[in-house]
């Protein structure tokens, strides 16, 4: 059975696309390379809980109600922006 939890491995690939989607430097080969170890690994779902797990620990509010309509609203600008084929 694969360990569900996140390792230190997760959290260093986290690391790496929040460096890499940084909106002023955005590495697109940075991010491919990330994303197809963590596929190779088989590691996606550890990866995503690593991310998220970072998130919350660099602004704590995103835990709660109202952070979770702020990050609603900011998501939904981005879909009005984008538009719905996109």
């Given at each position: 059975m694969r360990k569900e939890t996140p390792g230190p491995?997760?959290?260093?690939?986290?690391?790496?696309?929040?460096?890499?989607t940084a909106p002023d430097r955005i590495d697109l080969d940075g991010i491919n390379a990330?994303?197809?170890?963590?596929?190779s690994d088989g590691r996606a779902t550890q990866a995503v809980l690593?991310?998220?797990?970072?998130?919350h620990a660099?602004?704590?509010?995103?835990?709660?109600?109202?952070?979770i309509?702020?990050?609603?609203?900011i998501v939904a600008g981005f879909i009005l922006q984008l538009g719905p084929d996109d």
């Open positions: 491995v997760d959290y260093g690939r986290a690391l790496r696309l929040m460096i890499f990330t994303l197809l170890e963590i596929q690593a991310l998220c797990t970072i998130a660099a602004d704590p509010v995103l835990r709660t109600e109202p952070g309509d702020a990050l609603r609203q």
